[in-house]
């Protein structure tokens, strides 16, 4: 290259140079960045999953063994749900099967990867178990047990002879807390529980063969028992201590027995007073065995104000204001006023008013509760209520007071009783723009105001495993009231029922819930010779609707009201909103429900269940009502005169499904029913038969 060639090319160089330095300065950020994405995205790739097959399992099935994994199958049961696993992540699953089998006795276990096949619609996955030999428990002894009976400690356990042995020691974990806590309810709280375990091969030739058998010894140092010094308060801001101290099941100078003190807690947080309760043993003197106890709380705030306003379409304009106060003076008194206020328009005797010809419609209540009346376990209840009712289908209004008085206390932890006295006056007035026939027939009839005074008696056993959602245990109602007699007032019966509730868990996380509930009544002294009728209406039994037989109408089972003088005395002086043609209600009652309750495939994320039920139930005049014949599983509605048509006194069966949405204020329902036996109502005015289908709206489980 010549001289004036490179006069031709210098002055270009500089610029090259430039050129190419700018270009690395956007190119190297960029192949960084790529680098950093390819760094983060490792580990996180997901593939599509097709399946998972597992080999050399004999002991469990592969249905078992899936559900320990982290990464699952598409099924029926999920049809939503779009299976995709990380491939990274795959040994990580073939661990916890292999840990899995060696805490069910196969120590020798090996689980493996063999391979991943890439199919059509995903991977599949291919995973190998070699068994090997399974130990089993062959003897659990103890030493150094001291005070407590091996039989005492054997009753708390689970892993005993027979059983699989975990290669894991701290598979053993829950025995020894069990043991330990013996110990502390026997009041050594510094009890030590060590184990060694020993494996011995099966004999050759042993006949079965088997694996080796794991010889178990539990080392015990039991320490010194406890007797509780003093007990330390603290957190209580505004509860007296008196109030503390007398929920405690322990007293200073008693043995440290530390399920007494759990069980202190508990009636602790029972109070409602406290968010939290927290009991510790402090200054623990291990020469003189002593120790103090702090039961430390967090009270909850106890005064509240609520207020709402709503609309409807007879309630137009609703107001509901509440005040109460939850430790009155730090007492754990309790006092409470609740109204409800409502502007009702609504038609009278069918014929519709306008907005501003409404009633004001209220309830009030008055409500106190000590719940250690003079420092016993006995509460003091009150009730003072005061409500006014407008009654258009019916051309009255309705006041009604009433004052309960009684007492709530606890035979044990799970049996409850209560008892009070009720008493109620319910005064009728025509509604101001009822029709003037009506109200010419309201002063024929000149109905006296309903006055009932009663005692009641009720106690519930409570053995469910959740009181709002139970998936296990029983509940039982039973409750009595006697009305009249010595008490005076109008009506002189006795009633009583009595409800058994069985819950019980079954496969895919299913439900089983069966209730069973019977009631009676019958009357004495001046009201015998009414018969049924001297239990007033609003005391009588009632059935169908969305809590009891939900493929019939709200309390429409039953014989009905068909003479007109009867449907008016009931109207002017019940405090029981009464519909057309309404039934009369029964002194008999016999229900019986059965619900399987389960979660829905693919839906339950957004917290949506369903029930299949099956159910029946009615109520009667009087027990010779009460028929075999009318057991009969299907009947026709017919002409009431015809003997296979459905009667009155006929025992009512439906069944149906339904949709459950799980709220923080319980599970909001769906229901519908399909009645077994129609009737068919006929008298001189109406001529009607049951519905095919019935819909249910509401809230909280039927039962």
């Not at 890439?118 to 062959?138: H, K, L, Q």
């Not at 069973?516 to 239990?535: E, I, K, N, Q």
């Not at 057309?580 to 619900?595: C, I, S, W």
């Not at 296979?644 to 006194?649: F, H, I, N, R």
């Amino acid at each position: 290259m010549t001289k004036g060639e490179w006069a031709d090319i210098g002055p270009r160089r500089p610029r090259l140079f430039l050129a190419a330095c700018l270009l690395l300065v956007i190119i190297c950020p960029l192949v960084e960045v790529a680098l950093a994405d390819e760094e983060l995205d490792y580990g996180l790739e997901t593939n599509d999953l097709a399946g998972i097959e597992i080999s050399g399992n004999k002991t469990f099935k592969s249905s078992e063994l899936k559900k320990l994994l982290r990464i699952q199958e598409s099924t029926w049961t999920r049809p939503l749900h779009v299976a995709k696993y990380r491939p990274n992540l795959v040994n990580t699953e073939v661990s916890i099967l292999e840990t899995f089998y060696r805490n069910q006795g196969f120590h020798q276990v090996a689980a493996s990867l063999d391979s991943i096949t890439t199919e059509n619609n995903g991977d599949m996955v291919y995973i190998s178990i070699v068994e090997g030999p399974r130990t089993m428990i062959g003897s659990v002894t103890f030493a150094g047990n001291g005070p407590v009976p091996v039989e005492k400690l054997r009753k708390v356990m689970y892993l005993l002879e027979g059983e699989p042995a975990p290669a894991n020691l701290n598979a053993f974990g829950g025995d020894i807390y069990a043991i330990r806590d013996v110990y502390r309810n026997e009041s050594y709280l510094d009890a030590l529980v060590r184990l060694e375990m020993t494996l011995e091969d099966t004999p050759v030739g042993a006949d079965p063969p088997g694996g080796p058998v794991a010889h178990i010894t539990y080392f015990i140092t039991p320490g010194r028992d406890y007797t509780v010094g003093s007990i330390k308060l603290a957190g209580n801001l505004i509860t007296r201590d008196n109030l503390i101290l007398r929920e405690m099941k322990v007293d200073p100078g008693q043995p440290l027995y530390w399920q007494e003190v759990e069980e202190s807690r508990r009636n602790l947080l029972a109070t409602s007073l406290f968010r939290d309760v927290t009991i510790v043993p402090v200054a623990v003197d291990t020469t003189l065995g002593m120790a103090d106890l702090l039961v430390r709380v967090i009270e909850r705030k106890p005064a509240f104000i609520e207020f709402g306003v709503g609309v409807g379409s007879v309630e137009r304009i609703r107001v509901l204001a509440s005040w109460g106060h939850y430790n009155l003076w730090g007492t754990g008194r309790k006092v409470q006023v609740r109204s409800r206020v409502s502007w009702n328009v609504e038609d009278v005797v069918g014929n519709p008013i306008k907005f501003n010809q409404g009633q004001i419609n209220y309830r009030v209540d008055a409500t106190y509760v000590n719940p250690h009346f003079a420092g016993s376990r006995y509460s003091l209840d009150l009730d003072v209520y005061t409500k006014r009712e407008t009654r258009g289908e019916s051309g009255i209004n309705l006041i009604s007071n009433g004052v309960n008085v009684g007492t709530t206390w606890r035979a044990s932890p799970r049996v409850t009783n209560t008892v009070f006295y009720g008493w109620k006056l319910a005064t009728p007035s025509v509604h101001p723009y009822a029709p003037d026939s009506l109200k010419v027939r309201y002063a024929e009839v000149n109905p006296s105001p309903d006055e009932t005074r009663s005692v009641n008696w009720a106690v519930f056993v409570d053995h469910r495993d959740d009181i709002f959602r139970p998936t296990s245990g029983t509940y039982s109602v039973l409750t009595t009231l006697l009305a009249g007699g010595v008490l005076g007032g109008g009506f002189d019966f006795f009633k009583w029922s009595a409800a058994w509730h069985k819950y019980q868990a079954i496969p895919f996380e299913g439900v089983l819930a069966f209730r069973f509930m019977v009631g009676g009544t019958f009357t004495y002294g001046s009201s015998t010779a009414l018969g049924p009728d001297g239990v007033p209406y609003d005391e009588r039994f009632f059935a169908g609707g969305a809590s009891s037989v939900r493929g019939y109408r709200l309390n429409s089972l039953g014989p009905q009201v068909t003479d007109q003088d009867e449907l008016d005395q009931l109207n002017y002086s019940s405090d029981v909103l009464l519909p057309d043609n309404p039934a009369r209600g029964g002194n008999y009652l016999m229900l019986t429900n059965l619900e399987y309750r389960f979660p829905l495939p693919g839906l339950r994320r957004w917290k949506l269940a369903g029930v299949l039920f099956f159910e029946g139930g009615n109520v009667w005049a009087s027990a010779p009502d009460i028929r075999i014949k009318g057991y009969r599983l299907h009947s026709i509605p017919g002409n009431p005169q015809d003997p296979a048509s459905t009667k009155d006194w006929d025992y009512r069966y439906s069944f149906g499904t339904g949709i459950r949405w799980d709220t923080p204020f319980g599970p909001l329902r769906v229901d519908v029913g399909f009645p077994l036996k129609r009737a068919r109502y006929v008298n001189e005015t109406i001529d009607t038969t049951d519905p095919s289908v019935l819909w249910h709206f509401s809230l909280g489980y039927p039962f």
